[in-house]
T-cell receptor, first 118, second 113 residues
Framework: DAEITQSPRHKITETGRQVTLACHQTWNHNNMFWYRQDLGHGLRLIHYSYGVQDTNKGEVSDGYSVSRSNTEDLPLTLESAASSQTSVYFC?????????????????FGPGTRLTVL | GNSVTQMEGPVTLSEEAFLTINCTYTATGYPSLFWYVQYPGEGLQLLLKATKADDKGSNKGFEATYRKETTSFHLEKGSVQVSDSAVYFCALSDRDSARQLTFGSGTQLTVLP
């Protein structure tokens, strides 16, 4: 079965270190997204990609970067981790409604990565 | 810009009680509306969706009707179970904003036996 996986599931790091969170999907979806989830804020969009070599900034992109070298993967990098980046991170993917014929893109979420920055 | 406002939680109900979680939205275009559910320790799963005014989405006994006149998409279930305990998120996708989802802040539901 197709799926979307994230690794690691839990990570503890120190302020100033570079951290990369992995996201891998086997849906063959063009669209991929990274969100962070914080109490009282719901999910906020960090970065997104609509295809290979395409990346875009979301609502809370400062301090984060992504790259898309293939369809399956969208790694999220924290260039210099800060305590404010302690959060739960979710990756998601979707097939474009233009391709699927649906009127709405349904996003499929990974299980999340809990990141703690000390 | 787009925004979603959800009923403040947490919500605690007894098993077999009626559930309503309110959701209202602001959008510049013609959005599609979603309810996602997050069970403890898991990612979000699509619960139901509606793509145009007056559509009713339904799944697992949950229902929500897209009300354009009141810009609302309230989630309802006639008889909740302990297994429905989770966090529920209302969201919208506006094709003018290129397929992105805007989420509400989430409502924690606890159902007691």
């Amino acid at each position: 079965d197709a799926e979307i996986t994230q690794s690691p599931r839990h990570k503890i790091t120190e302020t100033g270190r570079q951290v990369t969170l992995a996201c891998h999907q086997t849906w063959n979806h063009n669209n991929m997204f990274w969100y962070r989830q914080d109490l009282g804020h719901g999910l906020r969009l960090i970065h997104y990609s609509y295809g290979v070599q395409d990346t875009n900034k979301g609502e809370v992109s400062d301090g984060y970067s992504v790259s898309r070298s293939n369809t399956e993967d969208l790694p999220l990098t924290l260039e210099s981790a800060a305590s404010s980046q302690t959060s739960v991170y979710f990756c998601a993917s979707s097939e474009s409604a233009l391709t699927s014929g649906s009127l709405a893109d349904t996003q499929y979420f990974g299980p999340g990565t809990r990141l703690t920055v000390l | 810009g787009n925004s979603v406002t959800q009923m403040e939680g947490p919500v605690t109900l007894s098993e077999e009680a009626f559930l309503t979680i309110n959701c209202t939205y602001t959008a510049t275009g013609y959005p599609s509306l979603f309810w996602y559910v997050q069970y403890p320790g898991e990612g979000l799963q699509l619960l139901l969706k509606a793509t145009k005014a007056d559509d009713k989405g339904s799944n697992k006994g949950f229902e929500a009707t897209y009300r354009k006149e009141t810009t609302s998409f309230h989630l309802e279930k006639g008889s909740v179970q302990v297994s429905d305990s989770a966090v529920y998120f209302c969201a919208l996708s506006d094709r003018d904003s290129a397929r992105q989802l805007t989420f509400g802040s989430g409502t924690q539901l606890t159902v007691l036996p």
